[in-house]
């Protein structure tokens, strides 16, 4: 391979061609750029002024086409600069007619607009809407989590929330598949507190759905977890001859966690243990595996001793 061998002279004369070349490409590129195009861009709608005493559904998507007058810069930057930055369309007018001209609202759009471009067509211009009577509906707020606790720590009592029940408006068909609205998704980590804040609900995927309140007062009851053991006394269940039946022993060892609040006033009285007669009527059981079929909410049993107790039965 040849080396071309340059004299010091013709190597500063290369090295001035070349910064030449790229000022002069970074002046025409900087001109091209100034000047005024027109280009296309998709933009979301966002309607507001929703009338009150129809409730409607959009006939096409809830993007639009956009054509857009501005200079070099922004159409080279508009992936950027016209991402979550909607087109405000008023639906006042459904009040008395069934579509839309966004062109005849164009002024008010591109007076509110907070980039220095002028939108000179939407394509589709005209938005077409179904309607149906609006109906009012509560159900009840559904709360979403993701929670990560602190080692220890959990959840103590139930949710309070409020209010716990919102009111949604639409069409019948809609509102009648329905049964609860969530709300935005509640994240902690390691959670080691009670929480307490405000939770916006999720907004209506449909154009026709109103909700009210937009959000909600959530309170997470957080505590730390402990165990204890109490000795709870066992009952015989599914006894249906009434037999007179002793069993070995009468107490067992229940081994269970509680919030560290709960903790003093935990007693016998809160928890029920079983054992089922029907395992040696029908099984042929020899001894029976105890149950504990009721306890405080919130609370696990984590061991039971003896897990299985012995019964004599007296015909």
């Known amino acids: 391979m040849a080396i071309i061998k340059l004299s010091a002279i013709e190597r500063r004369r290369l ?6 070349l790229v000022f002069a490409v970074f002046a025409w590129l900087f001109t091209a750029l100034s000047n005024t ?23 096409q ?5 956009a054509i857009v007058q501005g200079t070099g810069w922004q159409m080279l930057f508009s992936k950027v600069d016209y991402n979550n930055k909607p087109i405000n369309v008023d639906l006042h007018t459904l009040e008395t007619k069934n579509f839309i001209v966004i062109s005849q609202q164009l002024k008010q759009i591109n007076a509110k607009k907070d980039l220095n471009h002028e939108i000179i067509a ?23 989590s993701d929670i ?14 409020k ?6 408006s639409g069409p019948a068909e809609v509102l009648a598949k329905i049964t609860s609205w969530k709300t935005d998704t509640v994240k902690l980590q390691n959670a080691n507190e009670d ?42 269940i599914n006894n249906q001859r009434y037999y007179d039946i002793k069993v070995f022993p009468q107490k067992v060892k229940v081994t269970f966690t509680t919030s560290l609040t709960d903790y003093p006033e935990m007693n016998e009285d809160d928890f029920e243990a079983v054992a ?33 107790i012995d019964f004599i039965i007296k015909k």
């Open 276 to 308: 089922d007669l029907d395992l040696w009527r029908h099984n042929g059981y020899n001894t029976l595996p105890v149950k504990v079929t009721r306890m405080p909410s919130y609370s696990k049993v984590t061991k039971i001793e003896p897990q299985v």
């Open 37 to 59: 195009y027109k280009f296309t861009i998709r933009q979301i709608i966002n309607y507001k002024n929703l009338p009150q005493k129809r409730a409607f559904y959009p006939l």
């Open 195 to 236: 929480f307490i804040g405000r939770i916006a609900l999720q907004k209506p995927k449909e154009g026709n759905l109103a909700v009210i309140p937009r959000a909600v007062t959530l309170t997470i009851p957080v505590d730390e977890y402990t165990e204890k053991t109490l000795e709870i006394p066992v009952k015989v």
């Open 122 to 144: 939407l394509n589709p211009d005209t938005l077409f809407f179904d309607f149906s009577n609006r109906i009012i509906k509560r159900v009840p707020v559904e709360v979403v």
């Open 15 to 20: 090295s001035v061609f070349v910064t030449c």
């Open 61 to 65: 998507a809830d993007t639009v086409s």
């Open 163 to 168: 209010p716990r029940y919102v009111t949604i």
């Open 148 to 161: 990560q606790y602190q080692k220890q720590f959990s959840q103590s009592n139930d949710l309070m929330i």
